[in-house]
């Protein structure tokens, strides 16, 4: 009977380990098919992901008393997603242009009507369709470079290995708080272990990739694995700094054990543009 505490807690880990295996089998599954699909189909596809991000952002300032404009949340994302999609870049400033001044004109629209926090609503509601539609839509640029398949496939299993190095590696031996006043689970040792799964994962896809595009060299792998590994774990922290803003644990439960989709894709924001033009640079 002592020991059933004990037992118990590491029955409830071991079912949670394997609920977040099953849906991360499941996410692979999906993500890998509209991948190799590409052209529109995966356009659709990323563009789903980032408005129902874009959503959980929308809804995570609610919970916190505030009313940035769901409407040009998610409006926006999607406009920016499409738009790289039929147009790369160009045009996108005036897009942003548009999205600024709609956003504004919205919300002295909430202030005139007796909104309280219209200013900062403002901010909110411009802060995610720039972090969420702008960011996010590097994961549809980097699927159109030339053999983008590619090196889609090497950006983002190279965060993913990072991450999961990160997990277990911090959960068998991680004692030193990385950021304890923004994620108090995410330790030193995670980060560094994290970083050498990232440039090992790297190196290998480059090496996998590489004999069926003569673009990629180990080379490639070696300082896309360095960098995303470095920095994509900022996502990370920035998503989960906005969360314990206002005391929540997940942006959404839409993906079990693994939260939200904005905490599955926050590295992904980071490392899609990150790979993106440290791709064009080493090209």
């Keep these: 009977m002592e020991n059933s505490p004990i037992r118990a807690a590491a029955e409830s880990s071991g079912v949670s380990l394997r609920s977040r295996l099953l849906v991360a089998i499941i996410l692979i599954l999906v993500g890998v098919t509209f991948v190799l699909l590409g052209g529109l189909a995966y356009t659709v ?23 940035p404009s769901a409407v040009m949340l998610i409006g926006g994302t999607l406009i920016l997603a499409f738009s790289r999609y039929f147009w790369g870049f160009e045009s996108s400033d005036l897009l942003l ?6 956003s504004m004109a919205a919300h002295i629209f909430t202030c005139q009507h007796g909104c309280t926090t219209a200013g900062m609503d403002f901010t909110i509601t ?6 969420i539609g702008w960011m996010g839509s590097y994961l549809i640029s980097l699927r ?4 983008g398949l590619w090196w889609l496939m090497l950006t ?12 277990f590696i911090g959960r068998a031996w991680g004692k030193t708080p990385l950021a304890p006043r923004i994620s108090p689970n995410k330790t030193r040792e995670g980060y560094f272990g ?3 799964f990232s440039i090992a994962g790297g190196l290998l896809f480059a090496f996998l990739w590489g004999l069926r595009s003569p673009l990629i060299t180990p080379m490639h792998g070696l300082f896309l694995g360095l960098a995303l590994g470095l920095l994509s774990p900022l996502g990370d922290l ?10 929540i644990k997940d942006s959404g439960r839409l993906l079990a054990a693994h939260g939200g989709v904005l905490d599955r894709i926050d590295s992904w924001l980071w490392g899609a543009a990150i790979g993106y033009y440290l791709i064009l640079w080493l090209w």
């Design 156 to 167: 983002i299993p190279t965060i993913a290995v990072g991450d999961a190095g990160a997990f």
């Design 126 to 131: 411009l802060t995610g369709i720039l972090y």
């Design 194 to 196: 994290g970083l050498l």
């Design 144 to 147: 159109f470079l030339p053999d």
């Design 45 to 67: 596809f990323i563009g789903l992901l980032l408005a129902i991000a874009a959503w959980e952002y929308w809804r995570l300032f609610t919970h916190g008393g505030y009313f």
């Design 238 to 247: 920035g998503e989960s700094m906005l969360k314990r803003q206002f005391n």
């Design 97 to 102: 242009a548009g999205l600024i001044l709609s």
